[in-house]
């Protein structure tokens, strides 16, 4: 990655936990190595008292190679976080959430305004029984890899989709 892409990944992932903390309304933690901070995570325990975790990465992103390679960012739910036992200590809870997962693929300047339906997702997937918690619309169109978001393992924008599919420009010959 550029060091401008690592920058940004940076930016938006401190950016997108802090107000994911806010929205939740519940005590989310944000941990992450000192030395690494892209294995950073934000994670709660749900009213199951499950350990819940979310984690943003660079899916793809323009490096010294391929400079028009697609800047697309993931937002993993309870899945790819290897690290996750340096927190668990630190949060009373019944074990990892392992009913569900879910990834949401976007572009960087989508990830922001995808946080309320983030949340609301979040919400209706960990709500303990007899609870009530609506899901948004996203703000923008997504595919799914099922009809039913709830059934749902993966989401991605439709636009972060359309600028995978773009050809990259081949590397140059030496």
């Not at 930016?11 to 190595?33: C, D, H, Q, W």
């Amino acid at each position: 990655m550029t060091p401008e892409a690592v920058q940004m990944v940076s930016n938006l992932r401190r950016e997108f936990y802090t107000l994911f903390a806010a929205e939740m309304k519940v005590p989310v933690k944000i941990s992450g190595s000192s030395y690494n901070r892209s294995s950073s995570i934000a994670s709660w325990v749900d009213e199951q008292e499950h350990l819940n975790y979310v984690s943003i990465y660079a899916y793809t992103a323009p490096d010294s190679l391929l400079a028009e390679r697609p800047f697309i960012l993931r937002v993993a739910i309870n899945k790819g976080a290897g690290g996750i036992t340096f927190f668990k200590r630190d949060q009373p809870h019944q074990g990892m959430n392992q009913g569900w997962h879910f990834e949401l693929t976007v572009l960087p300047d989508e990830l922001l305004a995808f946080l309320p339906w983030i949340v609301s997702l979040v919400k209706a997937k960990t709500k303990a029984k007899g609870s009530h918690s609506s899901l948004q619309e996203p703000p923008y169109p997504v595919s799914l890899n099922t009809a039913n978001v709830l059934l749902s393992t993966e989401a991605w924008s439709q636009e972060a989709e359309r600028m995978s599919e773009l050809p990259c420009q081949a590397l140059p010959q030496l």
